[in-house]
């Protein structure tokens, strides 16, 4: 028995069943190769230290504005050229009583509108102190204006 059609075969139309089958497949292998959870994190297990266990440095902060006014000490006290060396032995002294086997480090910062001669003055009252001095700065990638 032999049916007889009428269709004509028509070679414009695209077969899309490969291409839908390749998609397919694609999806799957996103699913499958992708993780699940957001972010993996590691597992640290960080040390734990007795709550009377001192720093083994402290910092004592002096702070230079572009109008060459002195801050000292995370208070931001004001002082002056001339009673810089009292103020920084008497904040060393005070940091001492309350950490006496830490290092004080005196970390200067100064703003970069301060002249050179205020800056040399400001360090060689520093080092009289007789503390290591660290200098804050940035790269020229942190300030585009320069």
């Known amino acids: ?6 269709l004509k075969t028509s070679f414009s139309l695209i077969d899309l069943t490969p291409l839908v089958d390749v998609i397919f ?28 266990s001192t720093p083994l440095t402290s910092r004592l902060l002096v702070v230079m504005d572009a109008q060459n006014v002195l801050y000292l000490g995370s208070k931001k006290q004001i002082i002056d050229f001339s009673n810089f060396k009292e103020e920084v032995d008497g904040e060393i002294k005070r940091m001492h009583s309350e950490h006496p086997t830490s290092q004080i480090n005196i970390v200067l910062s100064v703003d970069r509108k301060v002249e050179y001669g205020p800056f040399l003055h400001l360090f060689s009252l ?21």
């Open 25 to 52: 497949l694609l999806l799957i292998f996103f699913i499958i190769s992708s993780d699940i959870f957001p972010l993996k994190s590691l597992n640290i297990e960080n040390p734990t230290l007795k709550k009377e």
């Open 1 to 6: 028995m032999r049916f007889k059609t009428n």
């Open 126 to 146: 520093a080092q009289e102190s007789g503390q290591p001095i660290r200098l804050i700065y940035q790269t020229p990638e942190d300030f585009p204006d320069a």
